[in-house]
């Protein structure tokens, strides 16, 4: 149908005019290697360290249980979160994920010491 042609043809010029005909900056060659040392310094020494590592771990280790113990029993939300929480996933999940994702780190830690228990962390978390 005409419709369902004219709506091709807008995709396609949408796709078009978000990818560039030409590169409109780059690196020189002499910088691309530059970048590259810099990035495989950065993963050995930042982002893999084992520190890091541990750091990224107690973090997971944390959210995760968090998430466990309100899905499992949301009384231990603030009443206001509690309050608010759909019934039905996948909004459920979404809420409480929500709620996580807003807590800084010493209240994550704080809030994952009431409601799970003790957890072992890095020095300096």
């Known amino acids: 149908s005409r419709c369902h042609l004219l709506g091709v043809m807008?995709?396609?010029?949408?796709?078009?005019?978000?990818?560039p005909a030409f590169l409109l900056?780059?690196?020189?060659?002499?910088?691309r290697e530059e970048e590259r040392g810099l990035k495989a310094f950065m993963y050995a020494n930042l982002y893999h360290h084992p520190e890091q590592?541990?750091?990224?771990?107690a973090a997971?280790?944390?959210v995760?249980?968090?998430?466990?113990?309100?899905?499992?029993?949301?009384?231990?939300?603030?009443?206001?979160?509690?309050?608010a929480l759909p019934a039905e996933d996948p909004w459920r999940s979404r809420h409480i994920a929500d709620f996580i994702a807003g807590m800084t780190d010493r209240?994550?830690?704080?809030r994952y010491r009431e409601v799970v228990g003790e957890i072992d962390l890095p020095e300096g978390f």
């Open 10 to 19: 807008i995709e396609i010029g949408v796709h078009e005019r978000l990818q």
């Open 60 to 62: 997971h280790r944390m």
């Open 53 to 57: 590592m541990a750091a990224a771990d």
């Open 107 to 110: 209240y994550a830690i704080s």
């Open 64 to 83: 995760a249980g968090l998430f466990a113990a309100y899905a499992d029993d949301p009384r231990l939300m603030p009443a206001e979160w509690r309050d």
């Open 25 to 31: 900056a780059h690196f020189s060659d002499a910088m």
